[in-house]
């Protein structure tokens, strides 16, 4: 169940939960009035009223006929975020269209890091979408398989719910001997993801992609495995051809 923030009060963390709340509605509805957006946000009409008017002064939201919309800023801010995700989602774009014709009607994604999550910056609709939407900005559950690889460098220091630090622990050994993570997510999906390496040989981002049927998953991995390794080859060939360097990431393994 999503949880709302409280209602901000004098401190500065609660005005800026409030003005995210409002944003986040914005981004959800696109364009709407005053009362549905603080119904939507969950605070006051009149903290409403004001956090968004101090926002248009921003540039982040723009006010028109008594509407609200997503403002100018917030479009700039949001363009330089996507920089090296378009990266991502450039080298991944033949790999994926790839892994598709592979697994016809198979739901795929490409998730990088979101502080202690994995989200969801590109994909190809599949049987999964019909159940749960889960298109660009999408937050992946906590503990998620593109988390566990995306973990292997970098671990947590607690272990997301429901976890224990040695299920966590031994998952992610099983993630980074195998080069791939399988796991049964939200309600019943069946998902498996693998590591995209940027060119000095850390994880950015891991492949991933969901059913509905458990028997499907298995013949997954290895099509998984290299639509990742295509992925990490395409953003090594981008980043020679933008720098004009060569990376001193040691070759992997082709697979078998």
């Not at 795929?108 to 889960?134: F, K, Q, Y």
């Amino acid at each position: 169940m999503e949880v709302r923030p409280q209602a901000p009060g004098n401190g500065g963390r609660g005005v800026l939960e409030g003005a995210f709340a409002l944003l986040e509605e914005l981004g959800r509805v696109g364009e709407a009035g005053l009362t549905q957006l603080a119904a939507g946000a969950n605070l006051p009409k009149a903290t409403a009223h004001r956090l968004l008017e101090q926002l248009v002064v921003l540039g982040a939201v723009r006010r028109q006929d008594g509407r609200y919309r997503m403002g100018s800023r917030m479009f700039q801010l949001g363009q330089s975020w996507q920089s090296s995700a378009r990266t991502l989602r450039l080298a991944s774009r033949h790999p994926m269209r790839q892994l598709a014709s592979i697994a016809p009607g198979t739901s795929l994604g490409l998730a990088v890091p979101e502080t202690d999550r994995a989200m969801i910056v590109c994909g190809i609709l599949g049987e999964v979408d019909e159940v749960l939407s889960c298109g660009p900005g999408t937050l992946l559950p906590p503990g998620s398989v593109a988390e566990q690889i995306m973990s292997i460098d970098t671990p947590r220091t607690e272990p997301p719910p429901p976890y224990s630090a040695h299920e966590w622990g031994r998952l992610l050994t099983r993630a980074r001997d195998s080069g791939l993570a399988v796991g049964l997510d939200t309600l019943e999906i069946h998902t498996a993801a693998a590591p995209v390496h940027a060119p000095d040989g850390t994880i950015v981002a891991a492949v991933g992609a969901a059913v509905l049927d458990a028997s499907h998953i298995t013949a997954l991995a290895d099509p998984v495995r290299r639509a990742a390794d295509m992925t990490s080859a395409a953003l090594l060939h981008l980043h020679r051809r933008t720098h004009g360097t060569r990376s001193t990431r040691p070759p992997r393994p082709s697979l078998p």
